[in-house]
Each structure stands twice: as C-alpha cells, then as structure tokens.
Nanobody, 116 residues
C-alpha cells in the first residue's frame, strides 16, 4: 500500500508561482514513477508531468516550459514547481505513483486557483 499526501495548493494571481509537494510512504519511493495530474471543474483528469526513477521527465504541451517536476528520494517527496500560472491552470492537482509492481496509487488532491 502506498500513501500519497499533496500539499502546497492555494490561491495565486496570474503570472505567479506555486510549488506543490507530494509526500509518499509505504513503498520503495526511489523505484516509483511519479506523476502529477489535474482536473478542472467539468473536465476530465489530465496528465501534467511525470518523472521516472532515473529522473527523466515528461510534460504535457500545456505546461511545458512553465512547470518543473522533480523528486527528492531521501525525503520520499515529489514536487511540481509551477511558474507563470494562468487562470486555465486552475484545477485540483493530484499526485500519483506507479510502483515497480505495476500498481497505481493516487493522493487526495490539492486545489490550485489562479485569479486574474
């Protein structure tokens, strides 16, 4: 079983930064592929970014160049640094972990609201 707890969400003005954190427990964190997804009101959950055990990253086109995913294995934590935020980035942001056994776990989500 893997537990994921997101934090760092909140209200921010357009153009500002915000950093999300996701603390993991219950598995060998360093071997997990870690993801950030988001879900805006009335929309499907969508992929934002991921980082594998080697530190390789992938981003959606909508956030590439503005968001940075990173991980700190010693703290079992993955981060999402979000810069140049736009109102369309408003969503609940979810952390997910894909373990070496092929199971996916989700956190409870953290709200990010970007105002004009």
């Amino acid at each position: 079983q893997v537990q994921l707890v997101e934090s760092g969400g909140g209200l921010v003005q357009a153009g500002g930064p915000l950093r999300l954190s996701c603390a993991a427990s219950g598995s060998i964190f360093s071997s997990n592929v870690m993801y950030w997804h988001r879900q805006a009101p009335g929309k499907q959950r969508e992929f934002v970014a991921n980082i594998d055990s080697s530190g390789r990253t992938n981003y959606s086109n909508s956030v590439r160049g503005r968001f940075t995913i990173s991980r700190e294995n010693a703290k079992n934590t993955v981060y999402l640094q979000m810069n140049s935020l736009k109102p369309e980035d408003t969503a609940v942001y979810y952390c997910a972990a894909l373990t070496a056994f092929g199971r996916t776990y989700w956190g409870q989500g953290t709200q990010v609201t970007v105002s004009l």
